[in-house]
């Protein structure tokens, strides 16, 4: 249960706002007046790092499949080159998503330890 006027009932939400934190005061050392800027890309740094409680990315718990990143959109790489069919992709991520309580299961398991 997380409140607003209690942030700190919630200690992972609290550890992620720690995290991101962390992330814009890294990334406005210089530019202290662009935080909206750098917000997008510190919280997609946050969804799509592996996390060592989890050993899984917040972004693949959340979606049941990882994100294809921005470098991999403007540098091509295999993934990007070389997509499935509509039909075989669609399948594919049904797959994952059938899968996906099984990863929440074993990241819960993982961050437990």
Same mark, same amino acid.
């Given at each position: 249960?997380?409140? *607003?006027?209690?942030?700190?009932? =919630?200690?992972? &939400? !609290?550890?992620? =706002?720690?995290?991101?934190? @962390?992330?814009?005061?890294?990334? %406005?050392? $210089?530019?202290? =007046?662009?935080?909206?800027?750098?917000?997008?890309? *510190?919280?997609?740094? #946050?969804?799509?790092?592996?996390?060592? +409680?989890?050993?899984? +990315?917040?972004?693949? %718990?959340? #979606?049941?499949?990882?994100?294809?990143?921005?470098? !991999?959109? $403007?540098?091509?790489?295999?993934? +990007?080159?070389?997509?499935?069919?509509? $039909?075989? =992709?669609?399948?594919?991520?049904?797959? !994952? %998503?059938? %899968?996906?309580?099984?990863?929440? +299961?074993?990241?819960?398991? @993982? !961050? &437990?330890?």
């Amino acid at each position: 249960f997380t409140s *607003v006027e209690h942030p700190q009932t =919630n200690g992972q &939400a !609290e550890a992620a =706002n720690r995290v991101i934190l @962390r992330g814009l005061k890294r990334r %406005l050392e $210089e530019g202290k =007046n662009k935080w909206v800027e750098e917000l997008w890309s *510190v919280l997609w740094a #946050y969804r799509t790092t592996p996390h060592s +409680t989890t050993g899984e +990315t917040p972004f693949r %718990l959340t #979606y049941g499949t990882e994100a294809v990143i921005p470098v !991999e959109i $403007e540098e091509l790489t295999w993934r +990007t080159t070389q997509p499935l069919p509509e $039909e075989a =992709n669609s399948e594919a991520l049904r797959e !994952e %998503l059938d %899968l996906l309580e099984e990863l929440r +299961t074993a990241a819960s398991l @993982r !961050e &437990a330890q």
